[in-house]
């Protein structure tokens, strides 16, 4: 079996190959891509392989903007450590979606359901037989959004996670994100403010501009600004200028006063 993994995280890359073998004694990882960019390109080159691993989330944005470009007919299993993506991810030919870490079993589940739609399906492809039950499935996921526990931090030589509930508010200087914690300390994350907007609880955190987003803890002082705009004092922060974006001052009040 040909086997093409597009993941721009090396060692999750290497982790799934390992993963695979296990259950498929015969398979040859044809590829390994790292952007949509280099999937795109690949593709436009080479003939399709029997499976592809699609992770959702890419150096250069979203694999769903592969399918844009290129017809892709082989069967995918999407793997990505956020579940906001699943409906989008059954839109195009996939089979399964599993969530990071990768449990061994769920994936065993996901080879033996390719192995069935394949038998079954030798000339069609596998989009044109939708599974109720993973859309169900999928349907109950972004019915309960699971937003993140934890961040994954680079301390030195050491990975750190620091869980969402210990955040103060994420801020962005120099096109860089960061998130500042109850302890005073702030790290670097690998996420946009765009990004982190869609993975926290936005009834704890609130956007008060393109630059910072808050938790309602992190508030030390708010100070009326002018007729329209407001001023926050944050915890640990060196910055006296945090303004709440004048189009987003009645929703900031709104959001205090649930």
Not at 30 to 44: F, H, M, P, T, Y
Not at 92 to 121: C, G, M
Not at 182 to 208: A, C, H, N, T, W
């Amino acid at each position: 079996m040909k086997i093409l993994i597009i993941e721009d995280e090396k060692a999750a890359a290497r982790h799934l190959t390992v993963l695979i073998r296990q259950f498929i004694t015969e398979t040859e990882i044809i590829a390994q891509l790292d952007s949509v960019k280099r999937s795109v390109e690949w593709w436009q080159n080479n003939s399709a392989p029997d499976l592809v691993f699609m992770d959702i989330q890419l150096a250069d944005g979203l694999s769903f903007e592969i399918f844009e470009h290129v017809s892709i007919t082989a069967p995918v299993i999407f793997t990505t450590a956020y579940d906001q993506y699943a409906i989008q991810a059954f839109k195009v030919n996939s089979i399964d979606y599993l969530l990071k870490p990768i449990d061994e079993e769920e994936l065993e589940v996901a080879l033996e359901k390719y192995r069935s739609y394949y038998q079954k399906q030798a000339d069609t492809t596998i989009s044109s037989v939708p599974d109720l039950t993973q859309l169900q499935q999928a349907l109950q996921m972004l019915q309960s959004p699971g937003y993140k526990n934890r961040f994954v931090v680079k301390v030195g030589e050491h990975i750190k996670a620091i869980p969402t509930e210990e955040i103060l508010y994420f801020f962005s200087q120099a096109k860089v994100t960061y998130l500042q914690t109850l302890e005073g300390k702030y790290y670097i994350i690998d996420f946009s403010l765009d990004q982190v907007e869609q993975m926290v609880d936005p009834i704890q955190f609130f956007r008060i501009s393109r630059k910072y987003m808050v938790r309602f803890s992190a508030i030390d002082d708010i100070i009326t600004y002018s007729s329209s705009r407001l001023k926050l004092h944050l915890k640990h922060s060196k910055d006296s200028d945090v303004l709440v974006s004048r189009d987003r001052v009645s929703t900031f009040k709104a959001w205090l006063d649930q």
